[in-house]
């Protein structure tokens, strides 16, 4: 297990619904530099300001606009420590989808901070990585369990803390479902 440092709402993130982005930058002042988007209380998806800004500029509901929000990553990690795969995973998708500011952390089901791509990167151990970027060590023979959800515009991502006997649920929309293994 490897520490993790999380930016926790609301001291570190803000964490708010709103019907229109205008509206939110409006009545909210005081929002961090970053933001969880939520919906009916599902996560949308954390943004920075300047994003949060470039969406108020475009009409519409956050709802509306949900195709041009970065894609939604959750992690659960346990408590403030992450698995070696977790950590591995998360960092390959960082890598994957440059637009994402972070990762939604969430307890108990419930948005509790941002992991940033920073904070993601001065954990990750030089050791689990090669010159070409692969996994090293005992890391490659563990098993994935990073889900997808492609139904969501752009798809969503999760890194749950242990699936049980089936596959988590999409956190972005609820009709969804199961999200899909992610082959990689």
């Excluded at 890598?95 to 994402?100: D, E, H, N, R, T």
């Excluded at 990762?103 to 419930?110: K, N, Y």
């Excluded at 509790?112 to 689990?128: C, D, H, Q, S």
């Excluded at 969503?156 to 199961?178: E, I, K, N, Q």
Aim: aromatic share 2%; net charge negative.
């Amino acid at each position: 297990m490897i520490p993790v440092r999380i930016a926790v709402i609301p001291d570190s993130v803000s964490c708010t619904s709103a019907a229109d982005p205008a509206s939110l930058i409006l009545r909210r002042p005081d929002l961090r530099p970053l933001t969880v988007l939520l919906s009916e209380d599902r996560p949308l998806s954390v943004v920075t300001r300047a994003e949060l800004e470039s969406l108020a500029e475009h009409p519409g509901s956050l709802a509306d606009q949900a195709g041009r929000l970065p894609h939604l990553l959750t992690v659960e990690p346990d408590g403030e420590l992450m698995e070696e795969s977790m950590l591995l995973d998360l960092a390959e998708l960082l890598g994957l989808l440059p637009g994402i500011p972070g990762a939604l952390v969430e307890r108990d089901g419930r948005p509790y901070g941002v992991l940033t791509r920073r904070e993601a990167a001065a954990a990750l151990p030089l050791e689990l990585l090669g010159e070409t970027s692969e996994r090293l060590g005992a890391a490659p023979s563990l098993p994935s369990r990073r889900y997808v959800c492609r139904k969501c515009a752009p798809p969503s991502y999760r890194l749950p803390r242990s699936t049980g006997d089936r596959p988590p649920d999409c956190r972005r929309v609820w009709f969804h479902g199961a999200m899909e293994l992610d082959g990689g």
